[in-house]
């Protein structure tokens, strides 16, 4: 990756792969708590369209690289190295990657190795996103992908389909068939989770397994992880069979309008499950602020009941 390539690293997504989220957001930008000291008010400014940043409380900012260069206090060269060892992405190449769900046409991106997971840097990302690793290495892969001539590493996540959902630090896509996952316990037929993605799938996991460490690491309970809004349709028919379903969606308008739908095809046995995060964005957001456990120490919920909160 060159040095002009790197430059177009989104910069906000490499401040969420550091654990940094915009406190507000704007059309065409975000304000985040300034990484660099203790920012009560958000005074960190990242243009999304130019892709450059701006500290308000120190008159500094630049690229990419100069953010690298004031985080780590390095040098230039020494940022440019840090950035091409990161399994990233360049915008314009994602943007370039055509993805179909017929597996027999070219998707614009190819498999070439399955194995499992085991690359430190993306440990270090499942690190960074507060993911217990047992429970990555349970539930997900290291995928090897060709895309745009070039070779890329990432995490797998299978869906019900046999294609994956891949997540490194700066790319967010799929190898085809995209479809939903979905994962059965003997003891989950009554109720059923339903996530968007399968990072707040294992969010959850991990929260349950921080709040009680004698729980197994899978769930209790049957799961379906859409893996896109877009998939709601698929889950319909399996979520009929349950007599209770949770969703861990979004504290967003879209994860809003997938609750209703969902509730309007099947009635109030459809849960809205969002609002023990409510102020978070969705789940792993409030993974990584630590606020299942700040809530789990107070004296009406109780660390040795964690059921409590969450229902898990």
Known sequence: MNRDNIKNIQIRDYLKSRGFYPAREYSGYGMYRSP??????????????KNLWYDFGSDEGGSIIDLVMKLEGCTFNDAIEHLREQPLIPMEEQLSLSFHRNPE?????????????????????????????????????????????????????????????LRNPAFKGCIAPKDITRIRQESGKESCFVFEGFMDYLSLLTIRKQLNPEYPSSNRHDSIILNSTANQ??????????????????????????????QKELGCRVRNSSHHYSGYKDLNEYLCAGAHLKHSRSPKQPVQKPKRGLGI
């Not at 194995?115 to 995928?143: F, G, M, S, T």
């Not at 319909?236 to 969902?262: E, S, W």
């Open 36 to 49: 660099f000291r203790d920012d009560s008010t958000p005074s960190l400014k990242i243009d999304y369209s």
């Open 105 to 165: 046409r070219n998707s614009g991106i190819t498999l070439m190795e399955d194995k499992p997971l085991e690359h430190p840097r993306l440990l270090e990302y499942l690190q960074i996103r507060k993911i217990n690793a047992d429970i990555a290495l349970e539930q997900c892969r290291e995928i090897h992908y060709s895309a745009a001539g070039n070779i890329y590493y990432a995490i797998g996540f299978a869906n019900d389909a046999g294609g994956y959902e």
């Open 233 to 262: 349709q698929k889950a319909l028919p399996l979520l009929a069979d349950y007599q209770q379903i949770h969703c861990f969606f979004d504290n967003d308008k879209a994860g809003m309008t997938v609750f209703r739908k969902l």
